[in-house]
């Protein structure tokens, strides 16, 4: 499994723009999620605006197939344009598991 790391901050203008990161976004979660090979996706902001979002694949050639898309590779255009004033990620393979859980088994990813 490949999971990616991928750490930002959102300009202001990106902020202004009537919600159109945020929109590109939730279309590209609904087609990455369809994507063969998507494992799971979360999200987070910290306090300080900075975001957080890890992405699960099964493998790098399916990874590799999704950085290929065309709507995918066009908004990464148009982040680095408008949205992100800076972006950071990393690629990484899962080499170890761990889990633990006080009441029993659970859904690893649960809702995405």
Do not use: C, N
Request: net charge negative.
């Amino acid at each position: 499994m490949v999971v990616i790391v991928f750490r930002s901050m959102i300009t202001e203008e990106a902020k202004a723009r009537g919600g159109e990161y945020e929109k590109t976004t939730d279309v590209l979660f609904e087609r990455a999620s369809s994507w063969p090979g998507f494992v799971a996706m979360k999200s987070y902001t910290g306090e300080d605006g900075e975001r957080l979002t890890l992405v699960w694949w099964k493998d790098a050639e399916t990874l590799r197939s999704w950085r290929e898309d065309a709507p995918h590779d066009a908004a990464q255009r148009r982040g680095r344009e408008l949205w992100y004033e800076w972006y950071e990620m990393d690629v990484a393979e899962i080499v170890r598991e761990s889990r633990f859980s006080r009441s029993g088994p659970r859904e690893r990813f649960g809702p995405a």
